[in-house]
């Protein structure tokens, strides 16, 4: 089986930095993705690690340990557009490749 | 890019019927996903669409229930079968793309089973 969780909610001030961290036990594990997906929309690929170490991208950044089982998303500078739930994903490999989600975190940004 | 049409974008049905979705792409695909968000959750993954094949079912879904059809490479089809109101949730397509890191979401369909 597997396990990716997620805390549930976080809330933030704008112009502030956040973490959200994910934490996931799986089989299979080829890399793992952050998607942010605003209420009522799709989901939108936010950044991707396969290995150990920090991603950047502009204000997101992402980090992965393989061997902790951990990833966390950056956001830093918020801005009110960032409120959303932000959701980690671990993509397996079991003889074909799929993405398998987290619980998801919610995000409240406030002025 | 690559755009993901889904349709119905939303349906209203009674219990006891059922519904097919519709996900076509218009670029060229790997694999194809079915996916379903119940109200303020996260998605659960329901089955890989397999071309030309069965489809490969997660945990929890069956093909009785959840039939899926992939006929072409481009083209999928979800049925949710003999709904009961806890099939009201948001079903979304997922695909990836040959030419595009990670996976590319359909706008989905909001199911209200009534």
């Known amino acids: 089986g597997q396990n990716i969780d997620q805390p549930t909610e976080m809330t933030a001030t704008e112009g502030a930095i956040v973490q959200i961290n994910c934490t996931y036990q799986?089989?299979?594990?080829?890399?793992l993705f952050w998607y942010q997906q605003h209420a009522g929309e799709a989901p939108t690929f936010l950044s991707y690690?396969?290995?150990?170490g920090l991603e950047e991208k502009g204000r997101f950044s992402s980090f992965l340990s393989r061997s902790k089982g951990y990833s966390y998303l950056l956001l830093k500078e918020l801005q009110m557009k960032d409120s959303a739930s932000y959701l980690c994903a671990v993509e397996m490999n079991t003889g074909f490749q799929k993405l398998v989600f987290g619980t998801g975190t919610r995000l409240l940004v406030s002025p | 890019s690559a755009v993901i049409s889904q349709k119905p974008s939303r349906d209203i049905c009674q219990r006891g019927t059922s519904l097919t979705i519709q996900c076509q792409v218009d670029?060229?695909?790997?694999?194809m996903f079915w996916y379903r968000q119940q109200p303020g959750q996260s998605l659960t993954l329901i089955a890989t669409a397999n071309q030309g094949s069965e489809a490969t079912y997660e945990s929890g879904f069956v093909i009785d229930k959840f039939p899926i059809s992939r006929p072409n490479l481009t083209f999928s089809t979800l049925t949710v079968s003999n709904m009961s109101p806890e099939d009201s949730s948001i079903y979304l397509c997922?695909?990836?793309?040959?030419?595009?890191?990670?996976?590319?979401f359909g706008s989905g369909t909001r199911l209200t089973v009534v």
């Open positions: 799986t089989s299979g594990f080829n890399g």
């Open positions: 670029s060229q695909v790997t694999m």
């Open positions: 690690n396969v290995l150990d």
């Open positions: 997922s695909v990836r793309l040959v030419q595009k890191l990670g996976y590319t």
